[in-house]
């Protein structure tokens, strides 16, 4: 099966999971904890969990589906609480909890999620020294996640951020969790510690390529699908990796930091990355990322679910939105 | 021991182990979550936590003390959310973590405890199927607790709450936390399922006893013990279980809700209530939680955790802060 055929048919099986656990409750905080997390989206941690499993042990995939979701209500839960403190109003093309309800709300739909999360954990069927093993990893993710989430912010204010302090933030901020969401998977299945490890470095390495290639799509995002306008990180002064990389080489972005950019200016604001090399430094990054992780794999079978999580990274820095 | 004794002694224990956990920890956001955590407390919940593992099996409270740190730091993470939602700013005799702090390090503040209270279940010396069982009912038991505070929350809006939502609500909010406290050491202790039901009945019963008792306080609040102006709830109109019923028996306590009140018109409202019969009527119904919760207690033998569990119960309402 080719990637796009096998996570469309995953997605399906977890929308339709997710939304007989928590679509369609009574009372405002159930459709206030489900509103974002049956609003679709690609389920990619969801379908890493299950091709872990299967990797470790072909076909036991069905029985960790529960945790599959843990992972996708614990990233939902993160989108909900982020939302508010970055002040988002739109998210997967809906208004975000905070917006469309109010904040008191949103915390404790974020706080309801969560809790969900690790519930769905104890229900996979597994060994329960797997299962407390998962436990244990999930909620030292969530806590890395707060810490990426915590740096993410104090970095706004900071004019000295240099490249492995923002290679460290992704890695808390979308590389642990994808880290968690292969070992889980790993784990439930009874893999050994080195199956476990080769896992959680390929999802980590994986995550953090997803959030540097996140940089380069700014500036080519088409904003009906990413949802963002063309190059908000340069006009809101973020600190991505572009932004890093162009300080540390003399490069003044603050010109671009205004309220809005006409395509020309873009247009010459990339002009000015390419010539300083920029562009290819940050590629070159992702590669490296990528790389590494496909190279974790290699202590597997070559087997579908090898080929398969090797494509999700790929895809990882492939994609434009 | 008398409970006076134990429960200072113990709080020094639990104090001891949350400051060589999570004090003096480096950055803000370390910070921010120790910051109330270690701000004193009577440790009500782990001393609830490891009775109930004693009263299962008799010296086995050592090997939960991490359950039970994990449920003053599941309690404490509610306390920060809850302060945001709020608006209040001082808790515990310490400016609340969104006040010293600001709203997103609270809302992650919060968020870290979180995951460290589910961290430390998984640290409790215990079968592996127990810890899944405790996991799944913190979870199920954080679920309830924000049900709670969102029902509490929109009761300010309406006029018609019932003598039996009120209930309802004040079990979601503190009779769970205090039902989870009492079973998950019954269940780390390897306790049967009667002796983990009357655990977690004793628990949520006395909650209920101690949250209405907080009704009567409020009249009698020395503000120096409680951190509350006395009648505080009248002033804002609360629906305590008091307002409730006074409401039901026709009386108009509209009248006491403004800015400030002197001594006689608390005096007066104290008087009012009195005559209908409420205040007894209150008094009676945190009477009749105590005994049931008393009476959970029977199918255990007569031993010294019993009768600590009991005074516990007993001191939930003769408190007067």
Request: charged fraction near 30%; charge should be negative.
């Amino acid at each position: 099966m080719n990637l796009e055929s096998y996570l469309e048919k995953n997605a399906d099986l977890i929308d339709a999971r997710l939304d007989s656990l928590f679509g369609g409750l009574p009372g405002e905080l159930n459709k206030a904890s489900a509103h974002l997390l049956c609003a679709g989206g690609k389920r990619l941690r969801p379908a890493v969990t299950m091709l872990a499993a299967d990797i470790v042990k072909k076909g036991i995939s069905d029985s960790v589906i529960p945790a599959a979701l843990a992972l996708e209500v614990t990233h939902t839960f993160t989108l909900v609480h982020d939302d508010i403190m970055d002040g988002d109003v739109v998210r997967r093309g809906v208004p975000t909890v905070h917006t469309k309800w109010d904040e008191p709300t949103a915390i404790l739909a974020g706080d309801v999620l969560y809790a969900e999360a690790f519930e769905l954990i104890t229900l996979a069927e597994a060994d329960p020294d797997a299962k407390v093993k998962a436990v244990a990893l999930l909620a030292r993710t969530c806590i890395d996640i707060c810490r990426g989430q915590h740096d993410d912010m104090s970095f706004e204010d900071r004019d000295d951020v240099d490249p492995y302090e923002y290679l460290e933030m992704v890695g808390q901020k979308t590389g642990k969790l994808y880290a968690a969401a292969a070992a889980i998977g790993g784990i439930l299945a009874g893999g050994n510690v080195n199956q476990v490890a080769a896992l959680h470095d390929w999802g980590y390495l994986s995550g953090v390529a997803f959030q540097i290639q996140d940089d380069v799509i700014d500036f080519m995002a088409d904003s009906s699908k990413s949802g963002k306008d063309r190059a908000s990180d340069l006009r809101e002064g973020k600190k991505t990796l572009v932004a890093i990389l162009a300080k540390e080489k003399g490069l003044d972005l603050s010109k671009y930091r205004k309220e809005s950019l006409s395509e020309e200016e873009i247009d010459r604001a990339i002009a000015e990355l390419d010539e300083a090399g920029i562009i290819d430094a940050v590629r070159e990054t992702a590669i490296d990322h990528v790389n590494r992780a496909k190279d974790m794999l290699v202590i597997f079978p070559d087997c579908e679910e090898r080929r398969l999580l090797g494509e999700i990274t790929d895809y990882f820095i492939n994609r434009s939105f």
